[in-house]
């Protein structure tokens, strides 16, 4: 299996390579892997123990399991919406709306005419995105967001009393030694 998805994976590489789609084949790896990730946040039929008792961490797998289980399906349902620390519906309702909001934005577009030198009076018209997007923004914020967690924690640890360090993020140690933003910028 792993062995046939590798395979998939180059020959798509290798496609987008010879100009047979959009972008390139590192595009074509973050999406995969984001892909991934969403798929297995909602339907993911592992369980957990999170201290109120074994819960699925898909969350439509979640819903449907709470819906069943519990008694009051309106709590039920709030729950499957609102549970903290794993996937819930409301991060996978927000992950669905931006990537729509995305998708028809992209497609926005203005038509420039253009006055072909060689041909007198003659315009071509030329179209000009108005929302470009591309991988290169996710990994730079990605790089800036750890950056600050990493100097904000370095500089809390070293100057927890400096107002501007305190400012920039509080941290405390959380479970299994893993600091957690608790105020300031870092936990925004």
Same mark, same amino acid.
């Given at each position: 299996?792993?062995?046939?998805?590798?395979?998939?994976?180059?020959?798509?590489?290798?496609?987008?390579?010879?100009?047979?789609?959009?972008?390139?084949?590192?595009?074509?790896?973050?999406?995969?892997?984001?892909?991934?990730?969403?798929?297995?946040?909602?339907?993911?039929?592992?369980?957990?123990?999170?201290?109120?008792?074994?819960?699925?961490?898909?969350?439509?797998?979640?819903?449907?399991? $709470?819906?069943?289980?519990?008694?009051?399906?309106?709590?039920? &349902?709030?729950?499957?919406? *609102? +549970?903290?620390?794993?996937? @819930? /519906?409301?991060?996978?309702?927000?992950?669905?709306?931006?990537?729509?909001?995305?998708?028809?934005?992209?497609?926005?577009?203005?038509?420039?005419?253009?006055?072909?030198?060689?041909?007198?009076?003659?315009?071509?018209?030329?179209?000009?995105?108005?929302?470009?997007?591309?991988?290169?923004?996710?990994? $730079?914020?990605?790089?800036?967001?750890?950056?600050?967690?990493? &100097?904000?924690?370095?500089? *809390? +640890?070293?100057?927890?009393? @400096? /107002?501007?360090?305190?400012?920039?993020?509080?941290?405390?140690?959380?479970?299994?030694?893993?600091?957690?933003?608790?105020?300031?910028?870092?936990?925004?």
């Amino acid at each position: 299996q792993l062995f046939v998805a590798g395979m998939v994976v180059i020959v798509l590489d290798e496609l987008l390579q010879k100009g047979y789609g959009l972008g390139s084949g590192i595009s074509l790896f973050i999406a995969t892997n984001i892909c991934e990730s969403i798929v297995w946040n909602a339907f993911s039929p592992t369980t957990i123990n999170a201290g109120r008792g074994t819960e699925f961490e898909g969350a439509v797998i979640a819903l449907v399991h $709470l819906l069943i289980t519990r008694k009051d399906k309106s709590w039920a &349902i709030r729950e499957a919406f *609102f +549970r903290t620390n794993l996937p @819930n /519906l409301t991060n996978l309702a927000a992950t669905v709306l931006v990537f729509c909001v995305v998708i028809y934005f992209q497609g926005w577009q203005v038509r420039l005419s253009m006055a072909v030198q060689g041909a007198r009076g003659q315009t071509q018209p030329f179209p000009i995105k108005l929302f470009y997007t591309s991988n290169m923004p996710i990994i $730079l914020q990605t790089a800036l967001i750890s950056q600050m967690y990493f &100097i904000s924690q370095l500089l *809390f +640890r070293r100057f927890p009393t @400096n /107002l501007l360090v305190r400012l920039l993020g509080q941290w405390s140690d959380g479970q299994q030694n893993q600091s957690r933003a608790t105020a300031g910028l870092a936990y925004l």
